[in-house]
């Protein structure tokens, strides 16, 4: 049975390793985004270099969030390498711990990673990323409109009238639109009017729109200052259809399911982020039974650039196969909780298979 005093080296090995990649990750995500932002709205009237400093930090936890599967991945990697390298891993053996112990650690210190990820990391990159899109969408300024990809829409009828409503960005749970665009339709169809707005607030029985454009057919723009547009819609709806899970975290997400549920909505994609975070920390632990199956190997003269190549193709196979069962999930083709869990119960078990092949014949 191994010790504490090495088990505890070896914990420490992979979380100074980990430490360390996290941070230059981090700066390099940093620097590309804030390199892309610059180019993105370098020529709007709002840009200038703070603001994109501002925006590519408050982007940076969200994409961290993303990059936390590769970043346990590459450090029980490296932390089995060099092990190896130093011989401490032939020590080890020779003093008759198996591979099941001396991974023990690693595994352990890959789930604590998991579990600092989801519940610091996590509420961090929801806030950040709720504030990021508030920011983007005022910069773009009031007569540039978001990317059709970017801008979300949902429809409501009050009594002969049917509005179809989108927005650049949704906070406070759907109680707040940034720069909501109305489109006004009548019984036959025929677009009758459309308000341009910087804000729109969901009151009860209506939306509070301010600073709007107000274009009734053929008639010229008028400027409104505030404008109230009746509405029977509820913030759990708004929310579902126009706010992105990513700026909930996952002390918000249960709530925001229940109340979803009980009024007949699905939130398939806020149940699906849910479970996603949930399985983050034995998703790391399988990245880590991975990397143990093809770092362990000793290499007299270095390991392999194969086999360690083949570890990091097993990896993002393993991501790329986890985005896709999500976006399945998200949609409501695969329950979220089957979809969330089973890439994670396949990799862990084709990384048990192997080491017990490889440990116990």
Known sequence: MIG????????????????WNFAGIAALVFIVTFTENSARFSELEGFSPQ?????????????????????????????????NRKYELVVTR?????????????????FAFGLAAVLILNPIAAAGFSKAQELEAQVRGANTRATAE????????????????????????????VRPVFIRIDEDGDIVERIDAERAF???GFWEVKSATRRAGTAAPEAVETLSIKTNLQPEYVGERLTLPESLSIFELPGKIEVARTLGLRANAFAMHFHSLVTLPPLLVAMALIAATVSMR?????????????GVFAGFLLYVTSVLVKAFGSAGFVPPFIAAWTPVLVA?????????YREDG
């Open 348 to 356: 862990m078990f084709f990384g048990v298979t192997f080491l017990l």
């Open 4 to 19: 504490w005093t090495l088990g505890g080296y070896f914990f420490r090995r992979f979380a100074v390793i980990t430490g």
């Open 51 to 83: 603001w994109a400093l501002g925006l590519a930090l408050l982007q940076l936890p969200i994409i961290m969030m993303q990059a936390v599967p590769f970043v346990g991945l590459i450090s029980a990697m490296a932390a089995l390498v060099s092990l």
């Open 94 to 110: 020779a003093a008759g711990i198996s591979a099941w112990q001396f991974l023990t650690p690693i595994a352990l210190g890959a």
């Open 150 to 177: 970017n801008e979300r829409w949902l429809k409501q009828r009050t009594g002969e009238t049917e509005t179809i409503i989108g927005a650049d960005a949704a906070l406070s749970q759907g109680r707040t639109l």
């Open 298 to 310: 000793f290499a007299r003269m270095g390991q392999s650039a194969t086999v360690i190549l083949g």
């Open 202 to 204: 969901l009151r009860e």
